[in-house]
C-alpha cells in the first residue's frame, strides 16, 4: 500500500510552545522509529517503538521530548516548550518486525523553531 | 564508540566516472551496514546493505566493500549518471538489538553532465 506518510510537512512555531508531529507507518509494520535530521548533519535515533512499547526512548534529547504510538499504528511525536535548537527535519521510519533492518522512511516534518 | 564517520562530505564527478563514498566505524558489535540515498525533500531510501560475513555485495551500478579487520566500509557507484546527485548516508546497526541505525553525517553527491 502507501508508504510512511507524516504530517504536517512543514511546522513554523514560536518558541515556548508545543508541537505535534503525527507519522503513519506502512500498514502492517509493527517497528517504528524518529530520527532527527540538523542541518547538514545525519540523521540522529529518536525512539523506537514495537508495537505500541517504546523499548529504546535512549535518544530523546531531553524530557521535552515525548511520543506515543497508539493501535500498533500512528505515532506522535510531541515536543513541549519549543527552543530554537529543536529546529530541524523530523523523519519517521517503519519496519516489518521479522526485516526490521529494511527501514523505510517518511518525507519528514521539517519544524522551524522562531 | 557509536559513532560511524563519513567522507567526503562533498563529491563532484563527471557523468560517466566512479564515485566513492567512504564510512569508518569503531563498535564491533555493528554487524549490518546499509547505505541511504536521500533527494531534496525525500526521505533516505534504502539502497544496498552488507553484513560483515561478505566482503563484497554489487547490486547494479553499486557495490558495497567491507573491510572488517579496518573496520571500514565505502560504496563505489559506477558509472555515475546525474540522476546520482543526491546525499548518500551511510548506517550501522546490530542485530537483534532494536534496530536503530547509526548514521554517517552524509555525503552529497553531484554528478555533472
Known amino acids: 500500500g502507501a508508504g510512511v506518510s507524516q504530517s504536517p510537512s512543514n511546522k513554523v512555531t514560536e518558541k515556548g510552545k508545543d508541537v505535534e508531529l503525527r507519522c503513519d507507518p506502512i500498514s502492517g509494520h509493527t517497528a517504528l522509529y524518529w530520527y532527527r535530521q540538523s542541518l547538514g548533519q545525519g540523521l540522529e535515533f529518536l525512539i523506537y517503538f514495537q508495537g505500541n512499547s517504546a523499548p529504546d526512548k535512549s535518544g530523546l534529547p531531553s524530557d521535552r521530548f515525548s511520543a506515543e504510538r497508539t493501535g500498533g499504528s500512528v505515532s506522535t511525536l510531541t515536543i513541549q516548550r519549543t527552543q530554537q535548537e529543536d529546529s530541524a527535519v523530523y523523519l519517521c521510519a517503519s519496519s516489518l518486525g521479522r526485516q526490521w533492518y529494511e527501514q523505510y522512511f517518511g518525507p519528514g516534518t521539517r519544524l522551524t523553531v522562531t | 564508540q557509536q559513532q560511524v564517520k563519513q567522507s567526503p562530505q562533498s563529491l563532484i564527478v563527471q557523468k560517466g566516472g566512479i564515485s566513492i563514498i567512504n564510512c569508518a566505524y569503531e563498535n564491533t558489535a555493528f554487524d549490518y551496514f546499509p547505505w541511504y540515498q536521500q533527494f531534496p525533500g525525500k526521505g533516505p531510501a534504502l539502497l544496498i546493505a552488507?553484513?560483515?560475513?561478505?566482503s563484497e555485495k554489487k547490486e547494479g551500478r553499486f557495490t558495497i566493500s567491507f573491510n572488517k579487520s579496518a573496520k571500514q566500509f565505502s560504496l563505489h557507484i559506477m558509472d555515475s549518471q546525474p540522476g546520482d546527485s543526491a546525499t548518500y548516508f551511510c548506517?550501522?546497526?546490530?542485530?537483534?538489538?532494536?534496530?536503530?541505525?547509526?548514521f554517517g553525517q552524509g555525503t552529497t553527491l553531484q554528478v555533472k553532465p
Open positions: 552488507i553484513r560483515p560475513d561478505v
Open positions: 548506517a550501522a546497526s546490530i542485530t537483534g538489538n532494536t534496530g536503530k541505525l547509526i
